[in-house]
């Protein structure tokens, strides 16, 4: 049993699911969710969140709205019933995809089409290819819709901003595991911190065995980044390379001796290791947001974008304000413990979502028990979790 890899598993599977389990524990989800019978929403317009979907799911919950008669938003209606812009019809809700996984175009397209309804979808816009065919065999980036799907669905989803690299990066000299064969890098990478080297960010995040790994945040929750010492890096890699790479991992002593062999530079050659400036967290902030709303005003010509979805919901005051400075008028967290859901007044740079499992809590004919919708939750969580637990014990 790898027990810091079981930890790591752990650490990231809380670090997932922590924001439902807080919601449900104390809350903070609007009361649809938790009463028996729901009062009519009344100018409350719910948020809701997928990732990559199955058509059995998104089929079942789109029948249910269209059967209780409710109306989808596009991020500018929604902006403009907060802002009192536009009345909020009394059963209108926001439906948000976020990443741009394929299935925004192979499932999700089709079935808005099929029942009338419109989303909008958060695009990592980076990592995004022109055309499918353009993108190399087996590639990571095949899983993620192109620009060219992206402007074929334009008629049912509304694209906006995810940031242009979803990254995440050092923020602590705290040390806590190194690249190794388990590792779990997720699609493209997007696990990995974004590393730099010679002063300029790789972002393909295809860090090699052996990368020193420090505690880490999203890149919008406005904390400012730990820049690792480069050499100590560059020395632990080159151990991993010398020692068989992926074979090195094999002794169960691997964490020692690469934590030993960082130490043994730090007693040479003395800490290079920083933090950026302030400055340069909010030019980091604002390199993503103009990248990111270039990209997609390029690719779909005359399309505004003006709302954006913090990856891992981590936004923070520093990213809202940077986004107000830049033109965004709508910023979309996940669950905050200052507001359950959005309503009129409410300030569209503070949109709260929860999980699109809740449409099914929405008042209405054919909603299911809160048990039920919970059940489901556990038994979808289940096997990534699993996964993880048995990597960990295959030593």
């Known amino acids: 049993m790898d027990f810091p890899e079981l930890a790591n598993r752990l650490r990231s599977s809380y670090r997932k699911n922590a924001a439902d389990i807080t919601a449900l524990g104390c809350g903070l989800y609007p009361r649809f969710v938790f009463a028996r019978r729901p009062a009519e929403l009344a100018g409350e317009i719910p948020v809701f969140h997928y990732h990559d979907v199955g058509a059995a799911d998104l089929e079942r919950d789109l029948a249910f709205l269209a059967a209780n008669h409710y109306a989808t938003l596009t991020s500018a209606e929604f902006t403009q019933c907060l802002t009192g812009g536009a009345k909020a019809q009394d059963r209108a809700v926001l439906l948000t995809f976020d990443d741009g996984w394929r299935s925004l175009h192979t499932v999700a397209a089709p079935l808005l089409r099929r029942h009338g309804f419109k989303a909008t979808a958060y695009l990592i816009t980076g990592v995004m290819a022109p055309v499918r065919d353009a993108i190399p065999p087996g590639s990571d980036a095949g899983v993620f819709v192109t620009w060219e799907e992206a402007k074929a669905d334009r008629d049912v989803i509304d694209v906006q901003s995810h ?233």
Request: aromatic share 8%; with cysteine.
């Open 163 to 395: 940031s242009h690299w979803h990254a995440r990066v050092f923020v602590a000299p705290r040390l806590i595991d190194f690249i190794h064969p388990r590792f779990d890098r997720h699609a493209l990478n997007l696990h990995v911190p974004v590393l730099q080297a010679g002063g300029r960010d790789d972002f393909t995040r295809a860090a090699p065995l052996g990368t020193p790994l420090y505690a880490d945040a999203p890149r919008f929750a406005g904390r400012r980044r730990f820049l690792d010492d480069e050499a100590a890096r560059a020395r632990a890699v080159d151990l991993v390379t010398a020692r068989g790479g992926a074979a090195f991992f094999a002794d169960p002593d691997w964490r020692r001796i690469l934590h030993a062999e960082i130490r043994h530079h730090i007693a040479r050659h003395g800490r290079a290791e920083r933090f950026e400036s302030a400055a340069s967290t909010s030019a980091a902030i604002d390199a993503e947001l103009v990248a990111s709303r270039a990209a997609i005003e390029r690719e779909l010509p005359g399309h505004e974008v003006r709302s954006l979805c913090f990856p891992w919901f981590a936004g923070s005051e520093l990213a809202v304000a940077r986004a107000r400075a830049a033109g965004y008028t709508s910023c979309c967290f996940g669950v905050r413990p200052d507001r359950r859901t959005n309503r009129t007044g409410d300030d569209p740079c503070s949109t709260v979502r929860l999980p699109s499992d809740y449409i099914l809590r929405l008042p209405g004919r054919g909603r299911l028990p809160l048990a039920s919708v919970l059940a489901a939750i556990a038994r979808r969580s289940a096997p990534g979790f699993l996964r993880g637990v048995r990597a960990a014990s295959a030593r």
